[in-house]
């Protein structure tokens, strides 16, 4: 069974600070996605990850696939209050790409 | 342009009822999943439909059952629901069913729903 473990779950930080969350597996992904959930409504896909060691930017916004493909992290620079969110990375499950297995996810909390 | 759309938005039960939950999918998208994010967790993978068949399956029981129509608008069902069952049902659409890789799904706002 592919589990995606996510760390930490909570984490709370003022305004401007820099914060990194993580996404490790004892298993290979051919790709990773990450997701911003808020309250009341759905995850909102944020990127994909395919390649291992790749690093993609999104404004403030750095992601990384370990290069075993099994690990992938979100670094967020200068947080905003509007980053506060729940966020979550997913895989496609082994033996079936129409499935997503997701992790237990990071609650972000920014403060102002 | 609309987005995926669910309803209803918070539905209340009682135990050994039946529910039915129901999605649109965004216009032109032809595939639909459906999940259950239990608080505190990550989405659980139900069913996928595509072209009204059902193309993928996750680890639930017999209980939960699916189907999608001509108009690619899909229901989930549920029977003799359970206190376990309490969670946010969440449906995702996409183009193709997409065995082949990227591809993006776009979820709904979700359907809260609580078993009492």
């Known amino acids: 069974t592919q589990l995606l473990e996510q760390s930490p779950q909570f984490l709370s930080i003022q305004e401007g600070e820099n914060l990194t969350v993580y996404c490790n597996s004892s298993?290979?992904?051919?790709?990773l996605q990450w997701y911003r959930q808020e309250p009341g409504e759905g995850p909102v896909l944020l990127v994909t990850?395919?390649?291992?060691?790749e690093v993609k930017k999104l404004k403030r916004l750095t992601f990384q696939f370990g290069d075993a493909r099994k690990d992938s992290s979100l670094h967020i620079t200068a947080a905003q209050t509007g980053d506060t969110g729940l966020y979550l990375c997913?895989?496609?499950?082994?033996?079936?790409?129409?499935?997503?297995?997701f992790g237990s996810g990071t609650q972000l909390t920014v403060l102002p | 342009d609309a987005g995926v759309t669910q309803s209803p938005t918070h539905l209340i039960k009682t135990r050994g009822q039946h529910v039915t939950l129901r999605c649109s999918p965004i216009?032109?998208?032809?595939?639909v999943s459906w999940y259950q994010q239990v608080l505190g967790q990550g989405p659980q993978f139900i069913f996928q439909?595509?072209?009204?068949?059902?193309?993928g399956r996750g680890n639930f029981p017999d209980r939960f059952s699916a189907r999608q129509f001509p108009n690619y608008s899909s229901e989930l069902n549920v029977n003799a629901l359970l206190l376990g069952d309490s969670a946010l049902y969440l449906c995702?659409?996409?183009?193709?069913?997409?065995?082949?890789?990227?591809?993006?799904?776009?979820f709904g706002p979700g359907t809260r729903l609580t078993v009492t």
């Open positions: 995702a659409s996409r183009i193709t069913q997409g065995t082949g890789y990227p591809y993006e799904q776009y």
């Open positions: 298993s290979v992904f051919s790709s």
């Open positions: 990850v395919v390649t291992g060691g």
């Open positions: 997913a895989g496609p499950t082994s033996g079936s790409a129409r499935q997503l297995t």
């Open positions: 216009s032109g998208h032809k595939s």
């Open positions: 439909y595509y072209e009204k068949e059902e193309r």
